[in-house]
């Protein structure tokens, strides 16, 4: 006897994300973090139902084998959207609340450039950190400014769901393998990144620390992680979390 087909509801979607070292657990890819904090958001204010899917791109089952490469993925009743700036729209066009639009375009540049400047840094593209350090600096400078918790005001954005995850891969990453850490005097950024640490979305949605070293481990040009450090991003540890910046203990991270 075939098994009897269920109907989800109309307000349910499915979001397909990668798997991490495993091949079933949440794996630490920083657009698909991006969806699930907007899914988080829209679920708490507004009608929104939704279920994460991890996925193994080497190994997809056959229902999700023709989009595996295409993660993250959002799929709604019949409507399958591959194309990010397509799920951002069919989100909210579906789902309008809470609002996550912005219109700051000065918060949107300073933030162009500073993950492909970490992209090169990680991957040796470029040896140099003055390039990233640049783009981190505008970040810093115009949070300065600003003076709100977030990048366009006091709460999350679409831009923040975009920028957050990247800020944090490049801060977790780049100490990992580069040890390197965002300056102490850059304070607008660092008080950015504590206010992603504290909230309820970013910290559940958030990969561990090992997730995301094996993340960048796995791409060709990164350099390799330390010796010194491969006991402590250990994937079969406890997981670890990083988000007391500018209070780490020994080894920069916190055990939550």
Same mark, same amino acid.
């Given at each position: 006897?075939?098994?009897?087909? =269920?109907?989800?509801?109309?307000?349910? %979607?499915?979001?397909?994300?990668?798997?991490?070292?495993?091949?079933?657990? #949440?794996?630490?890819?920083? *657009?698909? +973090?991006? *969806? #699930?904090?907007? /899914?988080?958001?829209?679920? +708490?204010?507004? @009608?929104?139902? *939704?279920? %994460?899917?991890?996925?193994?791109?080497?190994?997809?089952?056959?229902?999700?084998?023709? !989009?595996?490469?295409?993660?993250?993925? /959002?799929?709604?009743?019949?409507?399958?959207?591959?194309?990010?700036?397509?799920?951002? +729209? #069919?989100?909210?066009?579906?789902?309008? !609340?809470?609002? &996550?639009?912005? @219109?700051?375009?000065?918060?949107? @540049? %300073?933030?162009?450039? =500073?993950? $492909?400047?970490?992209?090169?840094?990680?991957?040796? %593209?470029? @040896?140099?950190?003055?390039?990233?350090?640049?783009? &981190?600096?505008?970040?810093?400078? *115009?949070?300065?400014?600003?003076?709100?918790?977030? /990048?366009?005001?006091?709460?999350?954005?679409?831009?923040?769901? /975009?920028?957050?995850?990247?800020?944090?891969?490049?801060?977790?990453?780049?100490?990992?393998?580069?040890?390197?850490?965002?300056?102490?005097?850059?304070?607008? &950024?660092?008080?950015?990144?504590?206010?992603? !640490?504290?909230?309820?979305?970013?910290?559940?949605?958030?990969? $561990?620390? +090992?997730e995301i070293v094996h993340h960048w481990s796995t791409k060709g040009e990164t350099t390799p992680l330390p010796k010194s450090k491969q006991r402590f991003y250990m994937l079969e540890g406890t997981p670890v !979390?990083?988000?007391?910046?500018?209070?780490?203990?020994?080894?920069?991270?916190? =055990?939550?």
């Amino acid at each position: 006897m075939s098994a009897k087909k =269920v109907s989800l509801p109309s307000n349910h %979607v499915e979001l397909y994300v990668k798997s991490g070292w495993d091949g079933q657990s #949440y794996g630490a890819c920083p *657009f698909c +973090q991006r *969806f #699930y904090m907007i /899914l988080d958001l829209k679920a +708490q204010e507004g @009608t929104l139902t *939704f279920k %994460v899917i991890t996925v193994n791109p080497a190994r997809p089952t056959a229902d999700v084998k023709s !989009y595996a490469h295409k993660l993250p993925v /959002l799929k709604h009743g019949d409507e399958v959207i591959m194309d990010s700036d397509e799920m951002v +729209q #069919y989100i909210d066009d579906n789902f309008p !609340y809470p609002d &996550l639009r912005y @219109t700051n375009r000065k918060a949107h @540049t %300073v933030c162009l450039d =500073v993950f $492909s400047k970490f992209n090169f840094f990680i991957k040796n %593209v470029s @040896t140099l950190r003055e390039p990233l350090l640049k783009e &981190l600096h505008q970040i810093d400078s *115009f949070m300065k400014t600003a003076g709100t918790n977030f /990048l366009c005001g006091d709460e999350l954005t679409h831009l923040d769901c /975009l920028m957050l995850p990247k800020l944090h891969h490049a801060r977790v990453a780049s100490e990992a393998f580069k040890d390197f850490e965002i300056p102490s005097n850059m304070t607008g &950024l660092l008080h950015l990144l504590r206010s992603a !640490y504290s909230n309820e979305t970013f910290r559940k949605t958030c990969p $561990s620390d +090992q997730e995301i070293v094996h993340h960048w481990s796995t791409k060709g040009e990164t350099t390799p992680l330390p010796k010194s450090k491969q006991r402590f991003y250990m994937l079969e540890g406890t997981p670890v !979390y990083s988000m007391d910046v500018g209070q780490a203990n020994g080894n920069g991270c916190t =055990v939550l």
